[in-house]
């Protein structure tokens, strides 16, 4: 099992940014994939990014261009810059890892607000 810690959501104005953290621990595998999904209400939870451990990322249609996604795998930390953020972006982001177990651990979530 693999706990994740999310931090760094808050409330910021549109065209703003912020960056999210994400920390790692317990029993991590290589190779292994972390990413960032959010979920606004009503709605699903959708993909904003995802990172391997070899670095190779892939990124939701909505934030290609504006998110950065990158992880620190000595540190087992997972992070998100975010930037030109739009009030749609509005969600509780959650960070999640992946490995040959199958399973998909999930952080608790924080909740970014950007305000037009």
């Known amino acids: 099992q693999v706990q994740l810690v999310g931090s760094g959501g808050g409330l910021v104005q549109a065209g703003g940014s912020l960056r999210l953290s994400c920390a790692a621990s317990g029993s991590i595998l290589r190779p292994n994939m972390m990413g960032w999904y959010r979920q606004a209400p009503g709605n699903q939870r959708d993909l904003v990014a995802t990172i391997t451990d070899y670095g190779i990322t892939n990124y939701g249609n909505a934030v290609r261009g504006r998110f950065t996604i990158s992880r620190d795998n000595a540190k087992n930390t997972l992070y998100l810059q975010m930037s030109s953020l739009k009030p749609e972006d509005t969600a509780v982001y959650y960070c999640?890892?992946?490995?040959?177990?199958?399973?998909?651990?999930w952080g608790q979530g924080t909740q970014v607000t950007v305000s037009s």
């Open positions: 999640s890892y992946q490995d040959r177990r199958g399973s998909q651990n």
